[in-house]
């Protein structure tokens, strides 16, 4: 079974974010970005698919982003057979735009599966592997959460909510939005990131960047309302223990 | 005149809350534009569900045995034509495990723009939405060119008893416009969860650990604090999918709905699919070391601070008390 996993970078969410000076985006500029970190779970899933019934698992990364490369190469390290970075600065796209470019790309290859995050904290405009599900009309399943490769069909497991769950049987090729892999992302030494920096196996390719229909615009951002309504203790870890304790009390517990 | 199309939710034989809530939303919109409130529900057997949609004032009902379990392919397809069908300009999605496999395809057929993780939607002086963006942290403003959009609505983003009442109400039954059995996806079956050790929803207490947490070893720390307290431990969801808690504990969008009395979270950033799960929780204490943490925008008490500082004080003051 070959896969394809669509990797995407997202501005870190450890980081402070700020906002540019006329408040209608981040300050992109001192942005550090790490892997989305549900597409993370789409290559561990198509890593494990790899690992029970062979095959092969190529990886697409598109973004501008500077981490990029180390993204893919991190990818291959884990067991990624082949890397491509899609175009070279390219600028923040729409997710329908970059939906674009990823099928565009895929037409070159050869795939039963397309995997990706469930989401990005920055898609606005949709969901990258949903939209490319219906730009190539394939069937999809989003919010998978598991997957048992067949033949010629694959069985995934697609989550609601409570903990209720559902099985489908996918003609292949087929898209999934994978919300968890069936195994907590595997860690990779970095004696093997290196190793792959040398292997030959990322490439790039030219890309056609979609004019943005400019059909969504921001026009304003903001940071959300956080403690507004709280009211936040203050003091050092015993000052916060004792309050703590006083609230608790007060609403018949502890 | 706008008419907004509504994409109704159901599973296991009731019609979802966030189906009234996108109902109500809707019927603001139409009203401001003297426009209808349309939506749709397709299932087998629902029939009987369209009745209870009082706050549409036509509900278009496919209902055909083949599209028994909820199957994304055939539901996105069938939404489409219902959504062409009607000719209404603008329609609100919920941003949920079905809402997810429909939206996209809908921007996509109806060649329309498609705004997500929206918490409000305005049809009047030019179409927009407020976005939450980045995990709950950034709220965004956005405007729409052109007269037509899709807008995948977060749960809780307005009132669901706006939806029940109020429209109507013309159930209206079309032929199922496409054949399930042609198309790539069948549907195996539904699973349902097995209880767990701990009932979570039935606890006055929770102490709800995140990332925070840092490692599986960590959480008896918090676990004995929740034996202080008479409660019990839950978590976010990452904590779930590294395997340190079972399912069961999972508050949130696709874990489970809390109101605990206190609800003391530690390490948890509040993103938008965990507070689905614990906003309307009594009291909620939350403690994180990020100012900007999304979670103290719903916490009635916040402390700024090293979960692992506090966490030994509080069970000092606890124990043998
Ligand atoms: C379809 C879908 C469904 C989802 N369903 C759910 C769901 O049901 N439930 C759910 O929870 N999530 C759900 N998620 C995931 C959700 O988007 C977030 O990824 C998740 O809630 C984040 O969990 P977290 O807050 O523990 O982790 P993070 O967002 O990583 O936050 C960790 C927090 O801990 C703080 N921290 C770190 N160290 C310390 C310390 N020493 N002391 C104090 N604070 C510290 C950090 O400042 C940070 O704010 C869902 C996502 C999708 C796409
Ligand atoms: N197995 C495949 N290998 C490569 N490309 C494919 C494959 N399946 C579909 N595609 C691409 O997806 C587009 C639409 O596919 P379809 O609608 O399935 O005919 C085609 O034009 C191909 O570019």
Redesign the interface.
């Known amino acids: 079974m070959n896969s394809v996993v669509l990797l995407r970078p997202v501005?870190d969410?450890v980081e402070?974010?700020e906002l540019n000076g006329d408040g209608t985006d981040?300050d992109r500029d001192y942005l550090g970005y790490v892997l989305n970190e549900f597409d993370d779970?789409a290559l561990e899933e198509a890593l494990l698919v790899k690992e029970e019934s062979g095959g092969s698992v190529t990886v697409l990364g598109l973004g501008s982003a500077d981490e990029m490369e180390q993204m893919l190469y991190t990818a291959l390290a884990k067991g990624a057979d082949r890397a491509i970075k899609l175009g070279d600065d390219v600028g923040h796209l729409s997710v329908?735009a970059q939906a674009d470019v990823f099928a565009a790309a895929l037409a070159n290859l050869s795939y039963d599966l397309i995997l990706t995050g469930?989401?990005a904290?920055?898609?606005?405009?949709?969901?990258l592997g949903?939209?490319v599900?219906?730009?190539l009309g394939?069937?999809?399943?989003?919010?998978a959460v598991g997957v048992v490769a067949g033949e010629g069909s694959v069985?995934v497991?697609?989550?609601?909510?409570?903990?209720?769950?559902?099985?489908?049987?996918?003609?292949m090729p087929?898209v999934l939005?994978v919300?968890?892999a069936r195994?907590?992302p595997r860690y990779v030494a970095v004696s093997l990131i290196r190793q792959a920096q040398q292997s030959g196996n990322l490439s790039e390719e030219d890309i056609e960047v979609p004019a943005d229909?400019?059909?969504?615009?921001?026009?304003?951002?903001?940071?959300?309302?956080?403690?507004?309504?709280?009211?936040?203790?203050t003091g050092?870890?015993?000052a916060?223990?004792?309050?703590?304790?006083e609230?608790?009390r007060s609403?018949?517990?502890? | 005149m706008t008419d907004v199309f509504v994409v109704g939710e159901h599973l296991q034989d009731a019609v979802t809350e966030v189906t009234f809530e996108l109902i109500g939303m809707a019927r603001e919109l139409a009203a401001a534009s003297g426009g209808q409130v349309i939506a749709g529900l397709v299932g087998s057997g629902v029939t009987g569900l369209a009745a209870t949609l009082g706050g549409a004032d036509r509900i278009l009902v496919v209902d055909d045995a083949a599209l028994e379990l909820f199957n994304p392919e055939a539901h996105a397809a069938v939404f489409a034509s219902l959504l062409s069908g009607t000719g209404a300009s603008v329609a609100l999605v919920p941003y949920t495990s079905t809402g997810m496999e429909i939206s996209s395809h809908l921007s996509e057929s109806a060649n329309r723009p498609l705004v997500s993780f929206c918490t409000s939607v305005k049809i009047e002086g030019g179409l927009g939405a407020t976005c939450r963006l980045y995990a709950g942290k950034i709220e965004a403003d956005v405007e729409i060119a052109g007269d037509g959009a899709i807008f995948a609505v977060l749960s809780g983003s307005s009132p669901a008893a706006a939806g029940r009442s109020g429209g109507g109400a013309v159930v209206e039954q079309t032929a199922n416009p496409i054949d399930p059995s042609a198309l790539g996806t069948s549907p195996v079956g539904l699973i349902l969860p097995e209880g767990g050790d701990v009932d979570i929803t039935a606890q006055d207490v929770l102490v709800v650990v995140g990332r925070g947490i840092a490692s599986a070893d960590n959480i008896q720390e918090a676990q004995a604090l929740a034996d202080a307290l008479g409660g019990a431990v839950a978590a976010s969801r990452p904590i779930i999918d590294q395997g340190w808690l079972p399912k069961s504990r999972q508050v949130g969008k696709s874990g489970l709905t809390v109101k605990p009395k206190v609800y003391l979270s530690l390490g948890v950033s509040g993103a938008p699919e965990h507070l689905e799960g614990m906003k309307d929780a009594e009291t909620i204490i939350a403690v994180n070391s990020d100012p900007q943490a999304p979670i103290f925008g719903v916490a009635h008490y916040g402390w700024v601070g090293d979960l692992f500082d506090l966490l030994p004080e509080l069970v000092d003051r606890l124990d043998g008390s």
């Open positions: 501005p969410p402070e974010l981040l779970h329908r469930v989401q904290a920055d898609e606005l405009d949709g969901q949903m939209r599900a219906a730009k394939l069937p999809h399943v989003s919010v069985r497991t697609k989550e609601f909510w409570a903990g209720i769950t559902a099985q489908y049987d996918l003609r087929a939005g919300q968890a195994q907590a229909p400019g059909e969504v615009k921001i026009v304003a951002v903001r940071m959300a309302e956080s403690g507004s309504g709280a009211e936040m203790i050092d870890e015993a916060a223990a004792e309050r703590i304790v609230i608790i609403a018949g517990k502890g």
